[in-house]
């Protein structure tokens, strides 16, 4: 997601909290998907959860420099992205990897596909109160994401530092449900991602997502445990950048995914809002794709 680890990127307790305002003011799509070209009149809107990260306002300069203008959309949570992008108030998004996409298309009845890869990010544990693993008391509680994606690479973090273990032995569509609560060392709650940074006092620790470490005052090198971002079975992670299907070869839109994976500004921005964990990735469109099917049909057979 961003990054999810979307993508990076679906709740048993909720957190009474206001939720973060969306930008206001959203226009029609840019483009005319049959053209496969962008208007000139208009700037491509790109949807990102935190546009305030390094790699962004490089990306904005470079694409200028190619004559593409583009207005970063930012969102104040997960949820919102997508539908905008499907409903067409935005011509592509950036936030989130290949399972929440997927997880998205097919509750929502929806195609939207990739069209790039941008990178994995590997998925921490944080604590204010603890500095190891081995330092949390059994007994405490843990949060986790309550989106399905995010909260099931969530619990397989936590399983193999050694917290929780899973009935299923643990895969993509683990949930809350699916911990073996007698064979556990801490107990579990999901909340909304973007409100655990806040809830982190009040639990023994957190799987946050890394759009939200800072906002929690950490950094990344701050993490109890973390997955492998370069283990291969971690493409459905990969972060990528979604289109509607009708544009997945528009010209323009093509040539962001080129700008932001192959400017060295963009690169080191990416790398400094990640705190130098971001594996960048220039996956064939083609493998995203397959990806992709392969997690919706998976999905699919778990309905």
Known sequence: MSRILGHRR?????????AVPLVVGLAGCATTPSSGAADEADP???????????????????????????????????????????????????????????????????????????????????????DDVADIPKGETIAVPDDASNQARALLVLQSAGLIELKSGGSIFSDLADVDTDKS????????????????????????NNDFVT?????FDDALAQDDPSDPNALPYANIFAARADDTENETYLKLVEIFQTDADVQAGLQESSGDVAVPLTTPVEELVASLEKVEADTLAQK
């Open 185 to 208: 060392k801490v107990k579990v709650t999901a909340l909304e991602a973007a409100l655990i940074p806040t809830s982190l006092p009040d639990v023994a620790a957190a799987i946050i």
């Open 10 to 18: 679906i709740a048993t307790v909720l957190a009474a909290v206001a």
């Open 215 to 219: 906002d929690a005052g950490l950094t």
């Open 44 to 130: 491509i809107k790109i949807g990102v959860v935190n546009d305030g990260d390094a790699q962004w306002a490089p990306f904005v300069a470079a694409a200028a420099e190619e004559g593409i203008e583009v207005e970063l959309v930012n969102f104040g949570s997960y949820e919102q992205p997508n539908p905008a992008l499907a409903e067409g108030e935005l011509d592509l998004n950036q936030f989130q990897h290949i399972v929440y996409l997927a997880t998205y298309n097919v509750n929502a009845e929806q195609d939207l596909q990739p069209i790039g890869a941008t990178a994995i990010y590997p998925l921490g544990l944080y604590s204010k109160k603890y």
